[in-house]
Protein backbone atom coordinates (compact mmCIF):
# COMPACT_ATOMS: atom_id res chain seq x y z
CA UNK A 1 0.00 0.00 0.00
CA UNK A 2 2.57 2.65 -0.32
CA UNK A 3 2.84 4.86 -3.25
CA UNK A 4 5.50 4.90 -5.58
CA UNK A 5 6.45 8.00 -6.32
CA UNK A 6 6.02 8.88 -10.64
CA UNK A 7 4.72 12.38 -10.84
CA UNK A 8 6.09 15.43 -12.73
CA UNK A 9 5.48 19.05 -12.34
CA UNK A 10 2.98 18.95 -15.44
CA UNK A 11 0.72 16.96 -13.26
CA UNK A 12 0.87 19.62 -10.84
CA UNK A 13 -2.39 21.80 -9.61
CA UNK A 14 -2.20 24.91 -7.86
CA UNK A 15 -2.02 25.54 -4.45
CA UNK A 16 -0.81 22.66 -4.46
CA UNK A 17 0.77 20.47 -0.63
CA UNK A 18 4.87 20.27 -0.32
CA UNK A 19 5.79 17.93 2.00
CA UNK A 20 10.04 17.62 3.57
CA UNK A 21 11.23 14.36 2.17
CA UNK A 22 13.04 12.43 5.13
CA UNK A 23 16.02 10.16 4.08
CA UNK A 24 14.63 6.87 5.65
CA UNK A 25 12.26 4.04 4.83
CA UNK A 26 8.79 4.41 4.21
CA UNK A 27 6.55 1.82 6.38
CA UNK A 28 3.49 1.09 7.53
CA UNK A 29 1.74 1.47 10.94
CA UNK A 30 -0.71 -0.51 11.52
CA UNK A 31 -2.76 -0.68 15.41
CA UNK A 32 -5.45 -2.07 16.72
CA UNK A 33 -7.18 -2.06 19.95
CA UNK A 34 -7.74 -5.67 20.31
CA UNK A 35 -4.21 -6.63 19.62
CA UNK A 36 -1.93 -7.95 22.24
CA UNK A 37 0.64 -5.62 20.64
CA UNK A 38 -1.82 -3.23 19.53
CA UNK A 39 0.33 -1.45 17.12
CA UNK A 40 3.08 -2.67 15.14
CA UNK A 41 5.44 -1.44 11.63
CA UNK A 42 6.22 -3.21 8.77
CA UNK A 43 8.29 -2.07 5.47
CA UNK A 44 7.70 -3.45 1.86
CA UNK A 45 9.74 -6.51 2.47
CA UNK A 46 7.72 -7.35 5.26
CA UNK A 47 10.05 -6.81 7.96
CA UNK A 48 7.18 -5.97 11.41
CA UNK A 49 8.51 -4.18 14.70
CA UNK A 50 6.39 -4.21 17.98
CA UNK A 51 8.45 -3.53 20.72
CA UNK A 52 9.33 0.28 20.60
CA UNK A 53 8.63 3.30 22.83
CA UNK A 54 7.76 5.34 20.01
CA UNK A 55 4.75 3.28 19.18
CA UNK A 56 3.67 2.08 22.33
CA UNK A 57 3.05 6.43 22.93
CA UNK A 58 1.59 6.58 19.13
CA UNK A 59 -0.72 3.40 20.48
CA UNK A 60 -1.73 5.86 23.60
CA UNK A 61 -2.49 8.76 21.84
CA UNK A 62 -4.84 6.57 19.51
CA UNK A 63 -6.66 5.53 22.17
CA UNK A 64 -7.30 8.35 23.72
CA UNK A 65 -8.87 9.49 20.74
CA UNK A 66 -11.07 6.20 21.14
CA UNK A 67 -9.91 5.05 18.22
CA UNK A 68 -10.68 1.50 17.31
CA UNK A 69 -8.49 0.46 14.47
CA UNK A 70 -5.84 2.68 12.04
CA UNK A 71 -3.56 2.39 9.53
CA UNK A 72 -1.19 5.07 8.29
CA UNK A 73 1.60 5.80 6.01
CA UNK A 74 4.87 6.77 8.05
CA UNK A 75 8.64 7.67 7.36
CA UNK A 76 10.69 5.85 9.11
CA UNK A 77 14.00 7.89 10.16
CA UNK A 78 17.55 8.20 12.36
CA UNK A 79 17.86 11.20 13.77
CA UNK A 80 17.10 14.15 12.20
CA UNK A 81 16.32 12.49 8.96
CA UNK A 82 18.59 14.61 6.55
CA UNK A 83 20.15 13.71 3.46
CA UNK A 84 22.86 10.49 4.05
CA UNK A 85 20.93 9.34 7.45
CA UNK A 86 19.37 6.14 5.59
CA UNK A 87 22.32 4.64 6.33
CA UNK A 88 22.72 5.61 9.92
CA UNK A 89 19.33 3.82 9.81
CA UNK A 90 19.87 0.69 8.27
CA UNK A 91 22.59 -0.12 10.45
CA UNK A 92 20.00 0.69 13.44
CA UNK A 93 17.08 -0.74 12.49
CA UNK A 94 16.37 -2.17 15.90
CA UNK A 95 17.33 1.48 18.15
CA UNK A 96 14.84 2.75 20.03
CA UNK A 97 15.94 5.84 19.00
CA UNK A 98 14.35 6.16 15.65
CA UNK A 99 12.30 8.65 14.61
CA UNK A 100 8.96 8.51 12.11
CA UNK A 101 6.51 11.11 10.83
CA UNK A 102 3.27 9.95 9.64
CA UNK A 103 2.13 11.50 6.18
CA UNK A 104 -0.91 9.32 5.32
CA UNK A 105 -3.80 7.79 6.40
CA UNK A 106 -5.23 4.64 4.95
CA UNK A 107 -8.04 3.74 7.59
CA UNK A 108 -9.21 5.02 10.55
CA UNK A 109 -11.92 3.72 12.56
CA UNK A 110 -13.84 5.31 16.03
CA UNK A 111 -16.56 3.46 17.69
CA UNK A 112 -19.07 5.37 15.10
CA UNK A 113 -16.91 6.05 12.20
CA UNK A 114 -15.01 4.92 9.55
CA UNK A 115 -12.99 6.89 7.12
CA UNK A 116 -11.20 4.82 4.50
CA UNK A 117 -8.24 6.93 3.00
CA UNK A 118 -8.23 5.32 -0.53
CA UNK A 119 -12.10 7.07 -0.93
CA UNK A 120 -10.88 10.88 0.24
CA UNK A 121 -8.92 13.41 -1.44
CA UNK A 122 -5.85 14.14 -0.08
CA UNK A 123 -6.70 17.31 1.87
CA UNK A 124 -9.41 15.32 3.74
CA UNK A 125 -6.75 13.00 4.96
CA UNK A 126 -4.90 15.56 6.30
CA UNK A 127 -7.86 17.13 8.33
CA UNK A 128 -8.62 13.81 9.90
CA UNK A 129 -4.93 13.48 10.86
CA UNK A 130 -4.38 16.73 12.03
CA UNK A 131 -7.86 15.53 14.32
CA UNK A 132 -6.51 12.65 15.25
CA UNK A 133 -2.80 12.48 15.29
CA UNK A 134 -0.41 14.99 17.49
CA UNK A 135 0.84 18.01 14.92
CA UNK A 136 4.55 16.77 15.95
CA UNK A 137 4.01 13.22 14.72
CA UNK A 138 2.93 14.45 11.21
CA UNK A 139 5.09 15.37 8.20
CA UNK A 140 5.96 19.25 7.53
CA UNK A 141 3.17 20.38 5.54
CA UNK A 142 3.91 23.49 3.32
CA UNK A 143 0.78 25.00 1.02
CA UNK A 144 2.66 26.42 -2.23
CA UNK A 145 0.74 28.05 -4.39
CA UNK A 146 2.96 28.48 -7.98
CA UNK A 147 6.10 26.80 -9.57
CA UNK A 148 8.16 29.80 -7.60
CA UNK A 149 7.01 28.70 -4.49
CA UNK A 150 7.73 25.56 -4.89
CA UNK A 151 11.25 26.11 -5.83
CA UNK A 152 11.59 28.54 -2.88
CA UNK A 153 10.31 25.62 -0.21
CA UNK A 154 12.56 22.76 -1.83
CA UNK A 155 15.68 25.36 -1.72
CA UNK A 156 14.47 26.11 2.12
CA UNK A 157 14.64 22.09 2.60
CA UNK A 158 17.78 21.42 1.02
CA UNK A 159 19.51 23.90 3.58
CA UNK A 160 18.12 22.53 6.65
CA UNK A 161 19.95 19.45 5.30
CA UNK A 162 17.09 17.04 3.97
CA UNK A 163 17.07 15.36 0.65
CA UNK A 164 14.20 17.32 -0.92
CA UNK A 165 10.47 17.30 -0.73
CA UNK A 166 7.32 15.35 -2.10
CA UNK A 167 4.61 17.65 -3.91
CA UNK A 168 1.15 16.51 -3.77
CA UNK A 169 -2.21 17.47 -5.59
CA UNK A 170 -5.08 18.84 -2.86
CA UNK A 171 -7.37 16.04 -4.55
CA UNK A 172 -4.57 13.37 -4.85
CA UNK A 173 -5.88 10.29 -4.14
CA UNK A 174 -4.12 7.12 -2.17
CA UNK A 175 -3.39 4.29 -4.32
CA UNK A 176 -0.88 1.63 -4.70
CA UNK A 177 1.80 1.67 -7.52
CA UNK A 178 2.57 4.46 -9.28
CA UNK A 179 1.01 7.52 -8.43
CA UNK A 180 1.11 11.10 -9.32
CA UNK A 181 2.99 12.66 -6.00
CA UNK A 182 6.27 14.21 -7.58
CA UNK A 183 9.83 13.58 -5.61
CA UNK A 184 12.28 16.80 -5.86
CA UNK A 185 16.01 15.87 -4.71
CA UNK A 186 19.13 17.51 -4.49
CA UNK A 187 21.59 15.71 -7.46
CA UNK A 188 25.24 16.36 -7.52
CA UNK A 189 26.84 15.96 -10.81
CA UNK A 190 30.52 15.35 -11.01
CA UNK A 191 33.11 14.54 -13.46
CA UNK A 192 34.90 10.82 -12.99
CA UNK A 193 37.34 9.32 -15.18
CA UNK A 194 35.97 6.05 -16.76
CA UNK A 195 37.96 3.25 -16.36
CA UNK A 196 36.26 0.61 -17.92
CA UNK A 197 33.55 0.17 -20.40
CA UNK A 198 31.41 -3.54 -20.25
CA UNK A 199 31.40 -4.64 -24.05
CA UNK A 200 27.71 -6.81 -23.33
CA UNK A 201 25.93 -5.31 -20.32
CA UNK A 202 24.92 -1.81 -19.67
CA UNK A 203 28.05 -0.98 -17.72
CA UNK A 204 30.59 1.31 -17.24
CA UNK A 205 33.09 1.76 -14.05
CA UNK A 206 34.49 5.19 -12.89
CA UNK A 207 37.58 5.94 -10.40
CA UNK A 208 36.53 7.46 -7.47
CA UNK A 209 38.68 9.90 -5.35
CA UNK A 210 37.93 8.22 -1.33
CA UNK A 211 38.08 10.58 1.35
CA UNK A 212 41.40 8.80 2.87
CA UNK A 213 43.49 9.42 -0.18
CA UNK A 214 42.74 6.24 -1.76
CA UNK A 215 40.77 5.28 -4.93
CA UNK A 216 37.82 3.30 -5.51
CA UNK A 217 35.81 2.30 -8.41
CA UNK A 218 32.04 2.39 -9.04
CA UNK A 219 29.82 0.55 -11.51
CA UNK A 220 27.01 3.11 -13.57
CA UNK A 221 24.83 1.59 -15.22
CA UNK A 222 24.52 3.17 -19.15
CA UNK A 223 22.59 2.13 -22.16
CA UNK A 224 24.44 0.51 -24.59
CA UNK A 225 23.84 3.33 -27.30
CA UNK A 226 25.17 6.00 -25.28
CA UNK A 227 28.30 3.99 -24.26
CA UNK A 228 29.54 4.60 -27.83
CA UNK A 229 29.55 8.63 -26.43
CA UNK A 230 33.03 8.10 -24.62
CA UNK A 231 35.96 5.47 -24.46
CA UNK A 232 38.04 4.48 -21.75
CA UNK A 233 40.49 7.17 -20.14
CA UNK A 234 37.30 10.00 -21.18
CA UNK A 235 36.02 11.97 -18.00
CA UNK A 236 31.91 11.89 -17.77
CA UNK A 237 29.86 13.68 -16.30
CA UNK A 238 27.80 11.51 -13.70
CA UNK A 239 24.69 13.09 -11.29
CA UNK A 240 24.38 11.65 -7.60
CA UNK A 241 23.35 11.73 -4.55
CA UNK A 242 26.23 12.39 -2.73
CA UNK A 243 29.04 9.51 -1.90
CA UNK A 244 28.90 6.46 0.34
CA UNK A 245 31.29 5.32 3.16
CA UNK A 246 32.50 2.67 0.42
CA UNK A 247 33.92 5.21 -1.72
CA UNK A 248 31.15 4.43 -4.23
CA UNK A 249 28.28 6.81 -5.40
CA UNK A 250 24.89 6.81 -4.29
CA UNK A 251 22.26 6.32 -7.07
CA UNK A 252 24.87 7.32 -10.25
CA UNK A 253 23.29 8.10 -13.76
CA UNK A 254 25.28 9.20 -16.90
CA UNK A 255 24.69 12.30 -17.64
CA UNK A 256 27.04 13.26 -20.39
CA UNK A 257 30.50 13.56 -21.29
CA UNK A 258 32.70 16.01 -19.84
CA UNK A 259 33.60 19.17 -21.68
CA UNK A 260 37.16 19.12 -22.47
CA UNK A 261 37.33 23.05 -22.85
CA UNK A 262 35.68 23.83 -19.62
CA UNK A 263 37.68 25.84 -16.90
Given at each position: ?30 Y ?6 Q????N ?13 A ?102 M ?9 F ?83 YV ?8
Amino acid sequence: MIPELRGTLAALRYPCFGEIKYDGEATVISYDQNWENQIVTSNKYGTMRSEWSKLDALADMLEQKDIVKATFLAELFYGEGHAGALYELLSNKSNDDLNLVIYDVIYLETEFNKFEGTKMPLIDRKELMLEMVPKDLLVNSHVCKDQNDIDTFFQDVVEMGYEGIVVKNFDSKLQTGPCSWMKMKYKDQTEFKVTMIDQTKERAEIEIDKPDGTKATCGVKISNSRKKEFKVGDMIVIEHQGFLDSGSLRHPVYVKIADPFKE
